[in-house]
């Protein structure tokens, strides 16, 4: 896609963001990252929010950059859904950009991911091993038909909070639903973190690679998938979807999107 933005409207919000967090944060003598990973909806928001309860991390994550971007209303306007397709050259920019100066000086750091490849959380680990960082990997481990259903939520709610909403394809949300396991294993192998942990949706821990490095998480987290599911899991689901299309009736959405979700609904019941 071809590039919307110019290099220097790129360094401008670069070097404002950068000089924010420098102002917030201090480098340290032995820096941490973590990489969070897990499929788009799946709740890392929440496992974020814990990890970094008492604010010693920087938190990087790329959908923050969006409303940087210096034609972000009229990108909205014109695209509707579609729209983050069209800043996600940026968001990458700008991300890399903080990633880079950030991990030099030795800041702890949080980094949003969704392990649709293996190949990125490497590279990472690669590069911040280099710096003397000591690296760990989170995962999310949330079953398909719940991380899609929360990309839908999420979307209602930025409706509601009155910011501009972001949908995630359902086709990109599968295809990392797909891949993660077999990235996990990929990642697992290589030996690069110090340390894989997988969570619930909960924040409960389901895995360490600490206290069981000899268990791929590959494992654990298609046991996670593949469970059965617990009839209070069921009846929560089942109230979420109902609660969403009570969302967007209060809106007045129109009739082709409810329809869209109660047939979604329907076909993941």
């Known amino acids: 896609m071809e590039k919307n933005y110019t290099d220097k409207e790129l360094e401008l919000v670069f070097e404002k963001i950068l000089k924010m967090y420098k102002s917030s ?3 340290k003598e032995k820096p941490k990252v973590f990489l969070l990973g897990g499929q788009p909806g799946a709740g890392k ?9 008492k604010d010693e991390y920087i938190s990087i994550s790329g959908d923050d950059f969006r409303e940087y971007h210096p034609k972000f209303k009229e990108i909205n306007l014109e695209h509707g859904r579609e729209a983050s397709k069209y800043t996600q050259q940026w968001c990458g920019a700008i991300t890399e950009k903080l990633i880079e100066a950030l991990g030099k000086e030795k800041y702890n750091l949080i980094i949003e991911g969704t392990l649709r490849t293996a190949e990125l959380p490497i590279k990472e680990a690669t590069r911040f091993k280099k710096l003397g960082y000591e690296v760990g990997l989170n995962v999310v481990a949330v079953k398909g038909e719940k991380s ?10 930025m409706i509601k909070q009155g910011k501009t909403p972001r949908m995630t394809p359902k086709e990109h949300h599968d295809l990392v639903v797909n891949s ?11 030996k690069l973190f110090d340390e894989i942990r997988l969570f619930d949706r909960e924040n409960n821990l389901l895995y ?17 998938f593949c469970r059965e599911w617990e009839k209070e899991e069921i009846e929560e689901y089942n109230e979420r979807w109902n609660n969403l299309i009570k969302t967007m009736e209060n809106r007045k959405a129109s009739a082709e999107e409810i329809s869209k979700v109660i047939i979604e609904k329907e076909n993941n019941l």
């Open 208 to 224: 360490s690679y600490k206290e069981t490095p000899d268990v791929s998480p590959k494992d654990i987290l298609e046991k996670e």
């Open 180 to 190: 993660i396991g077999d990235n996990l294993e990929t990642i697992y192998n290589s």
């Open 45 to 53: 928001t929440g496992l974020e929010n814990m990890i970094n309860a």
């Open 25 to 27: 944060y201090s480098p």
């Open 148 to 157: 899609r259903l929360g990309t839908i939520q999420r979307y209602e709610e």
